[in-house]
């Protein structure tokens, strides 16, 4: 049975993939744009349990071809995780529409598409699957210049609801993990001072931590989780 992990070279994609490795039997499928050192050290701990698939996803139209050359070919797919997404960040006023398009591609429609592909073969394969969305607090609360960025979790949150009512009936689960602010790669042009605002607006005083962000992913992945679905769960050290 395989788990697709999308950014997983990197931050929560990382850990999402490491601790279904070393916590469940699934095979994992990582997508991201380019190969990682990290990889290699997965493979040899890891073998056929994990195989790392190159693709920019801002490709909307390969997704197909991708689905049915590569990621069909380990077996039924139980589980997806969309976590890939890339953040442009400006004021409203400075809206590029290049900038923002290539943004929705990534952030949206290639995981609504994934997700397509991967109903479809667990409806083949009659599997009771899980697709796990990674949101951001940022579409509950506002941030100066995250407006756009904050549409795009936006509308794969009410994609995922609406995915939940849909096949519910199979047994296909949909949720939404609504991480809070991290410090990963993301956020690495902020300032210490500027990360430090940000903390002091959640109740917990401090970033949230990626561990638990994936320890989150991991259970809605698993059969502990069987009756959450339509959900948001926040992850996000209680952001007010």
Known sequence: MVVIVTGHSRGVGREV???????????????????HENFKDLTKEYGERFHHVTYD?????????LYLSKLNLYGPIVGLVN???????DLVTNLN?????EMFQVNVFAAMQLTKYVIRDMILNKSKGSIVFVSSVSAHTSYKGLSMYAATKGA??????????????????SNCIVAGFMDTAMSSTLSE???????QRTSLKKGTSIESVAETALFLLGGKSESITGANIFVDNGTI
């Not at 529409?97 to 398009?101: A, F, I, K, S, V």
């Not at 949150?157 to 296909?172: C, D, H, P, Q, T």
């Not at 001072?193 to 903390?199: D, Q, V």
Request: no cysteine.
């Open 17 to 35: 993939v490491n601790k279904i490795l070393t916590d469940t039997n699934y095979t994992v499928l990582g997508i991201s744009r380019a190969s």
């Open 57 to 65: 996803l801002s490709d909307i139209k390969g997704i197909k071809h």
């Open 83 to 89: 976590n890939s997404a890339i953040a442009y960040d």
């Open 97 to 101: 529409n290049d900038q923002l398009t």
């Open 156 to 173: 794969i949150e009410a994609f995922s609801k609406s995915v939940a009512r849909e096949w519910g009936g199979l047994s296909i689960r």
């Open 193 to 199: 001072e500027h990360k430090k605002r940000i903390y």
